[in-house]
């Protein structure tokens, strides 16, 4: 496939590099110095587990133009970073097959408006990581495979497609029927994940040493989860359904403080809550709102609570 990536950052860095590995032919958007890196080293990439480095040539572009055609593109942009780069894709006729690969817990109303309902496609990556320098420093995580999914949930051969040409590049996948839903959960978990980093003052080892922390942290997820269930979204990732909706707390607080004292607490969680602190506060807020808005009659004290600490909740609410 041809694939265009949208951004070189974490996620685009690894993902772009090992879908060029894989033998597709991947070309770059990217700007100011990271432009200046790609063009000159390449995606460099280093497996914080094993301190594997490699260094993969793949094309490079400033900005994308209305006729450059793609087989796909894959939008792995943060979600405060969204709406900057939906007038070019829309611009790009060419490309039928768009990926967006990251946090939205809005839905896909505002990406179909721009670019039509049977160009998008939504997604969430396994991995977390840093981008040191040139390099990025990445995680895979076991327990969350790479997710895909189309907007009404059908089984499509383009999906299947897709699945193929990310498992072909060493990433787990499954097939989500109802991305949506998924996604708006998943920002639910990952808000309260950061809310809990940013009280801990931006320290995973700290955050796992805090048993009070932990402790509210899985009780706002749990509560959140219930409500968000009642307003229509069902679908939970499987792994923190699992955890927050099958084990019982002290399970589930064990697990994260072994998770935060460990590799997926630094180069994931505290990596990424640190480098997005407006995409935490914008996702929170459409937490929040999915929460108020919809037909949920379930509290959620301990959300609000952490929100609060964390400086998370949105003005006027509470």
């Known amino acids: 496939m041809r694939i265009l990536v949208y951004g070189a950052g974490v996620i685009g860095t690894l993902y772009g590099a090992r879908l060029q590995q894989a033998g597709n032919e991947v070309v770059v958007v990217a700007r100011g110095t990271r432009l200046q890196d790609v063009r000159a080293s ?7 587990g094993s301190g594997a480095r490699e260094t993969i040539p793949v094309g490079s572009i400033a900005e994308l133009l209305p006729d450059d055609a793609y087989d796909l593109v894959i939008v792995p942009v943060r ?3 969204l709406s900057s780069v939906l007038e070019p894709l829309a611009r790009s006729r060419a490309t039928r097959v768009i990926l967006f690969f990251g946090n939205n817990a809005q839905g896909a109303d505002a990406l179909t408006e721009r670019l039509g309902s049977d160009r998008v496609v939504l997604g969430f990556p396994g991995a977390g990581g840093q981008l040191v320098h040139e ?14 999914g189309e907007i009404d949930g059908g089984s499509s051969q383009r999906i299947r497609r897709l699945a193929f ?7 787990p996948v ?8 998924w996604l708006k959960t998943h920002a639910a978990f990952v808000t309260s994940v950061a809310a809990a ?6 320290d995973a080892r700290a955050v796992a040493s805090d048993d009070a922390l932990l402790r509210l942290m899985v009780r706002a997820i749990r509560e959140t989860f219930r409500t968000l269930r009642q307003t229509g979204a069902r679908e939970v990732p499987w792994n923190l359904r699992l955890l927050h909706e099958l084990m019982p707390e002290w399970f589930a607080v064990r697990y994260w403080r072994k998770a935060f004292r460990g590799p997926l607490g630094q180069f994931s969680f505290a990596a990424h809550s640190n480098a997005a602190r407006d995409e935490m506060e914008q996702l929170a807020a459409d937490v929040w709102r999915l929460i108020c808005n919809g037909q949920g009659s379930l509290p959620t004290p ?8 964390a ?8």
């Open 42 to 48: 390449g995606l460099v990439i280093e497996d914080v």
């Open 79 to 81: 979600r405060d970073e």
């Open 135 to 148: 390099c990025v420093r990445y995680l895979m995580i076991p327990e969350q495979r790479t997710t895909l």
């Open 165 to 171: 040409v990310f498992k072909a590049a060493g990433f």
């Open 174 to 181: 499954v097939i989500s029927s109802d991305m949506q839903a």
């Open 197 to 202: 980093v940013y009280i801990a003052r931006g």
């Open 302 to 309: 301990c959300l609000e609570r952490l929100y609060r600490r």
């Open 311 to 318: 400086e998370l909740l949105p003005r006027g609410a509470g």
